[in-house]
């Protein structure tokens, strides 16, 4: 799959470029990013309170949302996707289509209308790589050499996710690996 992952990669860069161009972007500044972190540490201590297997992993979730603090502004908003994930895509003959502008359904319609870091749709579909390899695990017994096997295609889907974004892109998600690993923890 790891083809399909590339060129799904493209267009999701094709798109965000599209989006750039119609819609404009603004400049988050120290400010823009601390309200997020803020959202984020609040969300997680809400979901904590009502999943208690979480609770041992909160410490680390917490770091690294605090980490994004020291990441270098202005960072680029725009409109995005704002729920992506391999469910919200179609393959076609003529390549990929993404569906369903909609945003998030569980924020508020003033939170998904919100400008926000394009990595935000970059870090859904990289959590969605990693879903999709753990559906060959739930319900099975413990196969370690089945989840080496997930977890394997997983990362290489998603490198090359990345390298068919950044192709296009003209910047690598990977270089913004902070910003980018809390969003997909969050």
Do not use: K
Not at 28 to 37: N, Q
Not at 42 to 50: K, T
Not at 150 to 155: I, P, T, V
């Amino acid at each position: 799959f790891a083809g399909e992952a590339s060129r799904l990669g493209a267009a999701v860069a094709d798109v965000h470029a599209d989006l750039r161009s119609a819609l404009g972007t603004e400049d988050a500044d120290a400010a823009e990013l601390e309200r997020t972190v803020t959202v984020m540490l609040d969300r997680l201590d809400r979901v904590a309170a009502e999943v208690p297997e979480l609770v041992p992993h909160v410490p680390g979730l917490r770091d690294a949302f605090d980490a994004m603090r020291r990441h270098p502004v202005p960072v680029e908003m725009q409109f995005v996707h704002g729920d992506l994930h391999l469910g919200q895509v179609l393959r076609t003959l003529g390549g990929w289509l993404i569906l369903d502008f909609e945003g998030e359904p569980a924020a508020s319609v003033a939170e998904r209308s919100r400008l926000r870091s394009a990595l935000r749709d970059v870090a859904g579909m990289l959590r969605s790589f990693d879903y999709a390899a753990q559906q060959l695990l739930v319900g099975g017994p413990d196969d370690p050499v089945l989840a080496d096997v997930a977890m394997r295609w997983a990362h290489r889907n998603r490198e090359a996710f990345c390298d068919g974004y950044a192709e296009v892109a003209g910047s690598d998600p990977r270089d913004a690996a902070v910003l980018l690993r809390a969003l997909e923890l969050d």
